[in-house]
């Protein structure tokens, strides 16, 4: 009987558990994103995913991937067999009853996989989502991706200086895992000057993908020259020049009048909310106010006493949609980051804070915005991922939205019953 079926797709989070089904010849079946049971079970439509044949579902990647490699385990023991195993996960394993010998290596592993999925990749799917056309292209917004995934690279670079693989001396799913994680970066931002300075990294990943894991992904991928070139916008097409009119007879001089001079063309602005103008108090008196006074003491009276006009400014709730689909509380919070980081073309109109609730695999997402104006959607369209959130206006006039305000801005109460236990302030 089959061990399930696995609905992959090409995303590169994916490619690690389809390596894992492939180099283990695991009896796994793949499945599509337009397949009725694909679509009947997992409504949101992400990948990988995983159907058992009792109909276990499982999704997001690193549960996946480490799902299928118990799959092999299970499959070992029960052929008391034990190939590939001690190479996943660095188990020195070679008895039917298996023992963990070295827990150490299990948290080393867990710890690369979160890094490179909550660190690297999210830096890095806004670095090349311009150039393959998946959003528009903010030359600073790519630029401090880059600067944050060189941090990233830099760690990796250290650590495969002086050892072969990323845990211990011996092949492991974060190798395959992470080595993943470059495909579009060595496809789209990283040519051969970039990887001439970061030899150690080139030479793992190297060895990573062409082992029996990757290398049915990467044997026809070819690593590029040269960066690719920032798209250019599209050129405006030029209006057709209009028929020159008859000449009219020649007016005596004495009567002739001088041309009159065409208006300036008015700029436009650089942002939507730019042409609203300039609001009563500037934005940065609060923030400051915010970031050196006692919160509740000082910042929130001053907020709702001097600074804040509803006819200028309106307030926003925001939650993220898919709480289900969080794990760590770390990774929810730096998915808060690389959201703050996409917003930055609006700091200079809106200001908030966002929390994350609860524990780990079960915590939550939600804030609150003030926003310049009556619409949020101008303010958080220059993020990607904003419809990932679910904005609500709230109405200030209501105590319960004014609290609601208060405490997102605090961080001292409790969200849905659950303790705060981080979060990050946009200003």
């Known amino acids: 009987m089959s061990l399930g079926t696995l609905y992959?797709?090409?995303?590169?989070?994916?490619?690690?558990?389809?390596?894992?089904?492939?180099?283990?010849?695991?009896?796994?079946?793949?499945?599509?994103?337009?397949?009725?049971?694909?679509?009947?079970?997992?409504?949101?439509?992400?990948?990988?995913?995983?159907?058992?044949?009792?109909?276990?579902?499982?999704?997001?990647?690193?549960a996946v991937l480490y799902y299928c490699e118990y799959l092999q385990t299970r499959t070992m023991i029960d052929a008391f067999m034990m190939k590939y195993f001690h190479q996943l996960y660095s188990y020195p394993c070679l008895k039917y009853h298996v023992e963990i010998a070295n827990l150490r290596c299990i948290w080393s592993v867990l710890k690369w996989i979160s890094f490179a999925s909550s660190e690297f990749m999210v830096e890095a799917t806004t670095a090349f989502k311009p150039f393959v056309g998946k959003a528009p292209y903010n030359k600073k917004a790519v630029d401090e991706a880059l600067e944050k995934m060189e941090k990233c690279v830099s760690a990796?670079?250290?650590?495969?200086?002086?050892?072969?693989?990323?845990?211990?001396?011996?092949?492991?799913?974060?190798?395959?895992?992470?080595?993943?994680?470059?495909?579009?970066?060595?496809?789209?931002?990283?040519?051969?000057?970039?990887?001439?300075?970061?030899?150690?990294?080139?030479?793992?990943?190297?060895?990573?993908?062409?082992?029996?894991?990757l290398n049915w992904f990467f044997k026809d991928v070819k690593l590029i020259e040269k960066p690719m070139e920032a798209p250019k916008p599209a050129k405006k097409e030029k209006a057709p020049k209009a028929e020159k009119a008859p000449k009219a007879e020649a007016a005596p001089k004495a009567a002739a009048e001088k041309p009159a001079e065409e208006p300036a063309q008015e700029k436009k602005p650089k942002h939507p909310l730019e042409a609203l103008g300039k609001p009563t108090i500037p934005l940065d008196e609060w923030k400051r106010k915010y970031s050196n006074e006692?919160?509740?003491?000082?910042?929130?009276?001053?907020?709702?006493?001097?600074?804040f006009n509803p006819d200028e400014w309106s307030l926003?709730?925001?939650?993220?949609?898919?709480?289900?689909?969080?794990?760590?509380?770390?990774?929810?919070?730096?998915?808060?980051?690389?959201?703050?980081?996409?917003?930055?073309?609006?700091?200079?109109?809106?200001?908030?804070?966002?929390?994350?609730?609860?524990?780990?695999?079960?915590?939550?997402?939600?804030?609150?915005?003030?926003?310049?104006?009556?619409?949020?959607?101008p303010a958080f369209e220059v993020a990607p991922d904003w419809e990932s959130y679910e904005i609500t206006k709230l109405d200030p006039s209501k105590p319960e939205d004014r609290e609601f305000v208060d405490n997102m801005w605090a961080w001292d109460k409790p969200v849905n019953g659950k303790e705060i236990v981080d979060g990050k302030v946009f200003k």
């Open 8 to 62: 992959a797709g090409e995303a590169t989070r994916v490619l690690a558990a389809k390596g894992v089904v492939k180099a283990l010849d695991l009896d796994v079946k793949f499945g599509e994103k337009t397949d009725e049971s694909f679509q009947k079970n997992f409504p949101l439509g992400k990948v990988p995913a995983f159907i058992g044949p009792k109909g276990y579902k499982l999704n997001e990647a690193i």
């Open 156 to 213: 990796l670079e250290a650590r495969l200086e002086h050892y072969t693989y990323l845990v211990g001396e011996r092949l492991t799913i974060a190798d395959v895992f992470v080595a993943s994680m470059f495909y579009r970066p060595f496809t789209i931002l990283y040519g051969d000057e970039w990887r001439s300075k970061h030899p150690y990294l080139t030479r793992w990943w190297k060895t990573i993908a062409a082992t029996d894991f």
């Open 294 to 307: 006692d919160t509740r003491a000082v910042a929130l009276p001053y907020f709702w006493n001097e600074f």
């Open 316 to 377: 926003w709730k925001v939650a993220y949609k898919y709480n289900d689909e969080l794990t760590l509380t770390f990774m929810s919070n730096n998915l808060v980051g690389g959201f703050f980081n996409r917003l930055s073309a609006s700091t200079k109109y809106m200001f908030g804070s966002a929390v994350v609730y609860g524990e780990n695999n079960n915590n939550g997402i939600i804030g609150a915005f003030l926003v310049r104006g009556q619409d949020a959607v």
